[in-house]
């Protein structure tokens, strides 16, 4: 599965928020999409499934314009995570997993779809919850709930905005190698959008960093994260170390406060002043 975008541009009235985004990402393989806040990562996976319409240039998928594919078959061919915090849903865990079910749904397949639904609460760990109501769950949980619906699309492309935004430490690591190893074993292209650097670095085969609409570097962890790169895109300073073949990042300061601090001079140098 291949998604080729080529000249992607999109603008929201008349303030551009991508430009001229060129790039092929071929699975399977785990992509993570980092970036600051505000330079078009969530746009472009939004164009990427049709959520948004492009302004000028194309996504294509397979050789397909996506322009050209109706929504069911996006629905079976993408599985969508969308950043879910305010999701609501009045049913319970197993009916809101069941609904990524849908594009596959045939007449007396329930009983198909549900094994589908209950092996993929079993993966990740919350079988506990299947009969709770979705609304009274956490944030953590809820987020969960979320990928577990997109995983039982069971797609060839899997889009993820932010999927560990919500969760600990702890579970940010897992989810993160489920992805990984869902990458290998269900032989499907999982892009990931992501805001921690180290969690994207260890675990991603690629990596896309987006600067002011348009892709800054792209390729992998070891070639994208770079002090250099964290610099001029996030205005960072930092000390990147590899650590089990993976690039580690250790921050250092922001640009802005080191030009903008003044040193303050120590009692012993006052008191100095203060004699002459």
């Given amino acids: 599965m291949i998604i080729s975008i080529n ?36 746009t472009l996976i939004h164009c990427i499934n049709k ?24 629905a079976k061919m993408i599985g969508y995570v969308p950043y879910s915090a305010n999701d609501t849903f009045p049913l319970s865990v197993v009916d809101t997993v069941l609904m990524g079910r849908h594009p596959h749904s045939k ?45 039982a699309q069971e797609p ?23 992805l990984k190893r869902l990458s290998v074993e269900k032989q499907i292209l ?17 990596i896309m ?3 002011a609409g348009s892709i800054y570097a792209m390729g992998t962890p070891e070639e994208v994260i770079t002090e250099e790169n964290l610099r001029a895109v996030y205005g960072v300073t930092s000390h990147v170390i590899m650590d089990e073949g993976s690039p580690h990042v250790i921050l250092r300061d922001s640009i802005s406060e080191k030009e903008d601090r003044v040193d303050i001079p120590s009692s012993d140098s006052l008191a100095v002043e203060e004699t002459q």
């Fill in 107 to 151: 007449w007396k397949s329930l009983d198909s779809d549900l094994d589908i639904v209950y092996d993929t609460l079993k993966m990740l760990g919350i079988e506990d919850l299947a009969m709770r109501s979705f609304n009274e769950l956490s944030a953590g949980q809820h987020q969960k709930v979320m990928l577990a619906r997109g995983l």
């Fill in 51 to 74: 959520i948004l319409k492009p302004t000028g240039g194309t996504v294509m998928i397979d050789d397909r314009n996506v322009d050209e594919i109706t929504i069911k078959e996006m």
């Fill in 190 to 206: 999982v892009i990931m959008i992501c805001h921690d650097i180290n969690i994207a670095a260890k675990y991603s085969d690629e």
């Fill in 209 to 211: 960093l987006l600067s």
């Fill in 7 to 42: 000249g992607l541009r999109f603008s929201y009235s008349s303030a551009p928020v991508l430009e001229n985004i060129t790039a092929d990402l071929c699975g399977p393989k785990f992509i993570s999409i980092l970036g600051p806040n505000g330079v078009g990562k969530s």
């Fill in 156 to 178: 060839q492309i899997l889009l993820l905005d932010e999927p560990t935004s919500n969760l600990d430490v702890r579970h940010q690591i897992d989810v993160a190698k489920m």
